[in-house]
Every structure is written in structure tokens, then in C-alpha cells.
């Protein structure tokens, strides 16, 4: 995990940071518990805790914001690989579709997501000048 995640990872005892961890690995609660050698109940007492559920909810949104990043450095060499597909005339013809279908409904995505952008910042420096 990234490093501002030890940070996040602080208020907690060593045994909720490993159920932690281990949660944001996709491990199952079983899983959990054999690994840590605790029991079920233990485990869903430490995540109902409210500075365990809010380490979670951090270290969650560092982990998916480190994903995107990586998926954006890596955008440009997905949409090559598509366009490579979608131009192969010695491809299949459903393959070709598909990498052209895939483009375009990302590049909707994409523009879609610029322009709401766009509109949330125009929305919030109006709300900001009315404070």
C-alpha cells in the first residue's frame, strides 16, 4: 500500500491493521481468519469499530486513487492496443467491432467526465462566492 496508508494504519492495534490489509486484498472472512488466527466475532467487533471503519474507508480511497493513476499512465497504450485491433483488416470483424466499440464508449466516458468536471467547478466556485 501506498505510504500515506501507514499513516492510516496508525490508530490501529497491529492485529486490525493486518484485517485491514487484508480486507483491501479481497480476502474472505475466513480467509481473515485463519490468517490472523482470529476468531469470526473478533473480527467483525474490530470492523465495526468506528476508527476501523474509518482507516478502512481511507486506506480505500488511497488504494483505488492509486489504481486510477496507474490505469490513466497507462490509458494511452490501452487506447493503441484498440486502435491496433479495430484497424487490423486481418482481425476478426467482431474483434474490430468490439476494440472500436470499447474506444468510443470511453472516449464518451472520458468527455463525459471532463464536462462534469467542468460543471462542478463552475457550480462550486458560485457557491464558494456566496459564503
Avoid: Y
Avoid at 484485517?19 to 488466527?37: D, F, H, Q, S
Avoid at 490501452?78 to 476494440?99: E, P, S, T, Y
Avoid at 472516449?107 to 457557491?127: S, T, Y
Amino acid at each position: 500500500m501506498a505510504e500515506t496508508t501507514c499513516d492510516t494504519l496508525k490508530p490501529l492495534r497491529a492485529r486490525e491493521a493486518q484485517v485491514l490489509t487484508l480486507l483491501l486484498g479481497g480476502k474472505t472472512l475466513a480467509e481473515i481468519c485463519e490468517a490472523t488466527r482470529t476468531s469470526r466475532q473478533t473480527v467483525w467487533r474490530m470492523k465495526s469499530k468506528p476508527e476501523f471503519e474509518q482507516a478502512f474507508r481511507a486506506a480505500r480511497s488511497e488504494l483505488l486513487a492509486s489504481t486510477v493513476d496507474r490505469l490513466r499512465s497507462d490509458a494511452a497504450d490501452f487506447a493503441d492496443v484498440l486502435h491496433r485491433i479495430a484497424m487490423n483488416r486481418k482481425a476478426r470483424g467482431c474483434d474490430r467491432v468490439q476494440a472500436a466499440r470499447t474506444g468510443l464508449d470511453l472516449m464518451l466516458k472520458g468527455v463525459e467526465q471532463v464536462d462534469f468536471e467542468e460543471r462542478l467547478q463552475k457550480l462550486e466556485g458560485i457557491a464558494g462566492g456566496h459564503r
